[in-house]
């Protein structure tokens, strides 16, 4: 039997990285252009998604080589409008790229959650059964429980503009969103609010799923070696979040306890319990904890994230700033103001949409896979099975889209286009996705975005300290998180001395 050599094992491993450049090089798509080494292998994306700034590297990449851009081997990131309604629009047939199954975390592979869900067939159904949820009349409901943690995010702000200590604004805008969604879903909040810190660490935790899982989707063979890894060290830390909805499952059933609730408005793990009694839609066990502990998940960031940009850029444009104070308080806007209120503040309205365009939560394409039969996009033919996706800050930040001050926030914008332009903005203004994979919490985000920002600008002074250079304004992995946002809160005179 022979034996390789050393030189002879050298050829062999030579001879296999030769035929894979060739063939790498030799493929239809390789006038495709983007980075040399995303050529051969997806570990040059999986870097960049480690690097934690692919938003920017992506943004350049297209600015650099125009609508089309190879990230990896049969992966393909979009710049353009008709891409957006190709891949995404109602209807259409390209389902969530396999990366997505790295997101589901039942230990069931048929028992995915509202984001993991790929097939377009699984997902409506499972979305129609809690859809009426989240419909902006049933948020509106859950006025008291947003209500509730402002209050108790103004007295710790009111302390610290006592104190003129330097907090991690970023952190207490997530206290807020964390408790928010845990009084909306389960009438009880977490307590971050009271302590200020990450209590039993669901924050933490919450983090290290979205780097495992953003990670291993490229690498789905990984996946199981990861559950074992988590498996083995599994702590009530990390069971936190699971616990919670498995404790509160249990009091809702305990008559006595629900005596107490039916004082109160029902949240939303109540009436997910009431509609799986009735019966009614085929709600399951596993949907009321699944659509529960994603509540938490995945509301409390969209919500810290959206909060965080509208405050940076609100605070760090003076004159913007005012012109928001000054239309606030001609309209009489006040802490009791009702959402439908808020929405007839033109200013307000356009100052969340620019913020939300210029800093997304979202900072990886939502990947699609091209249908059977392949479909064209771009006016390029691309094959069936491959990864095909736009980035929400690739196309907030295209030049032929919003106009040389693309860069700059910019509320005007949504003021003083018509409406044939006004239209086109709305439509390609995607913080929350697109098409039927719309994030069902938007309007809870949106709520809550609304309700507290009306409060920080009528009664604090926020002086942004944060580090400046793109590089440390943010970490993407998956959610664009603000790295690091100090600030010192003062409390404001209104002119009339209040």
């Known amino acids: 039997m022979a034996v390789l050599t050393f030189p002879g094992v050298s050829a062999v491993v030579l001879g296999i990285f030769l035929i894979v450049v060739l063939r790498r090089g030799l493929s239809q798509d390789r006038d495709i252009p983007g980075p040399f080494l995303a050529r051969f292998s997806r570990l040059w994306y999986m870097r960049q998604m480690i690097r934690g700034d692919f938003q920017y590297t992506n943004i350049r990449l297209h600015q650099d080589h ?3 851009v190879r990230i990896a081997p049969g992966w393909y990131s979009f710049s353009d409008p008709e891409a957006l309604k190709t891949i995404y629009t109602h209807g259409s ?4 790229s396999d990366w997505y199954a790295a997101w589901n975390f039942s230990p ?4 995915n959650n509202m984001f993991s869900y790929r097939n377009s067939a699984d997902h409506p159904d499972a979305r129609r059964k809690v859809a009426a949820l989240f419909s902006m009349s049933a948020v509106m409901a859950y006025e008291p429980y947003v209500n509730n943690c402002i209050e108790r995010l103004r ?3 009111d302390s610290f503009s006592e104190t003129g200590s330097m907090i991690d604004l970023g952190h207490w805008l997530q206290c807020f969103a964390f408790d928010t969604i845990s009084e909306i879903t389960f009438g009880e909040r977490f307590g971050f609010l009271d302590r200020g810190d990450d209590v039993s660490n669901p924050i933490a935790n919450l983090e290290k799923g979205f ?6 989707g490229l690498m789905l063979w990984l996946r199981p070696l990861v559950t074992f890894l988590s498996k083995l060290q599994e702590t009530s830390d990390l069971m936190f979040v699971p616990q919670f909805v498995d404790r509160k499952i249990s009091e809702y059933s305990q008559e006595a306890k629900r005596e107490i609730f039916a004082e109160k408005t029902p949240g939303m793990l109540e009436r997910l319990l009431d509609a799986m009694r009735d019966g009614g839609k085929g709600m399951t066990n596993h949907d009321v904890k699944a659509n529960s502990s994603a509540n938490i998940g ?6 810290a994230i959206g909060l965080s940009a509208v405050v940076i850029y609100m605070y760090r444009s003076p004159e913007k700033l005012q012109k928001l104070r000054e239309e606030i308080e001609s309209s009489n806007l006040g802490q009791d103001s009702s959402f439908q209120e808020l929405q007839k503040s033109s200013y307000l309205q356009a100052a969340i949409k620019e913020s939300m365009r210029l800093h997304p939560g979202v900072g990886f394409p939502l990947f699609r896979l091209v249908p059977r039969g392949g479909a064209v996009i771009c006016d390029r033919f691309f094959p069936e099975g491959a990864n095909v996706g736009v980035n929400s800050w690739v196309i907030h930040r295209d030049r032929n889209i919003w106009g040389p001050d693309v ?8 003021l003083s286009a018509d409406n044939t332009r006004l239209k086109v903005m709305e439509q390609l203004l995607v913080p929350f996705g697109a098409g039927s994979r719309t994030c069902l919490g938007k309007n809870i985000s949106l709520f809550d975005i609304n309700k507290l920002l009306l409060q920080l600008v009528q009664n604090y002074d926020i002086e942004i300290q944060q580090r400046e250079g ?8 998956w959610f664009v998180k603000p790295n690091q946002l100090k600030a010192k809160i003062s409390k404001r005179v209104s002119k009339s001395g209040k």
């Open 66 to 68: 125009g609508k089309i």
């Open 93 to 96: 047939k390209f389902i969530k």
């Open 108 to 111: 069931n592979p048929e028992e």
């Open 155 to 157: 007295v710790q702000f």
């Open 211 to 216: 780097v495992a899982s953003s990670l291993t």
């Open 298 to 303: 995945a509301g409390s960031d969209t919500t």
């Open 407 to 414: 860069d700059d926030f910019v509320p005007e914008r949504w």
């Open 470 to 477: 793109k590089d440390k304004r943010a970490y993407n992995m």
